[in-house]
């Protein structure tokens, strides 16, 4: 059985506005999607893993980050929907993250050239934050 979330996160960031006194941090908010998937990334749910990161490019204001920790399985379609998914997020100037962990994920990823179109990054926090 397969899950896919897309959820929206607000991150709060301290910066220095550039016109102000350094003591006076200003607070950003930024919003974030997380496209997470737990499960297998085959067939059957190729097509919902494509539409959700469609979903999560175009309503994302900065970033998306795909958390893969807890998928098992990842097929040749959804790789694909990976890539499509990269294309659409550089057309709008969105960034695409990934958290990935699992040994067979990562094979996948080596196998299909896609490690080098991707971030990587330990954690979602880690991501967020980035």
Known sequence: MSAIAVLHR???TNS??????????????????IVRVEGELDATVADDFHAALGQAVTTSARAVVIDLRPTR?????????LVAAKQSAAACGVDLRMVSGRREIERVLDVTGLRPLFRYYPSVQAA???
């Not at 506005?17 to 908010?29: H, I, L, N, S």
């Open 73 to 81: 399985f990842l097929s040749i379609g959804s790789a694909q929907a």
């Open 128 to 130: 967020l934050e980035a």
């Open 16 to 33: 220095d506005e550039a016109d102000g006194p350094p003591e006076a941090p200003v607070r950003q908010r930024r919003l974030c999607t």
């Open 10 to 12: 607000r991150i709060d």
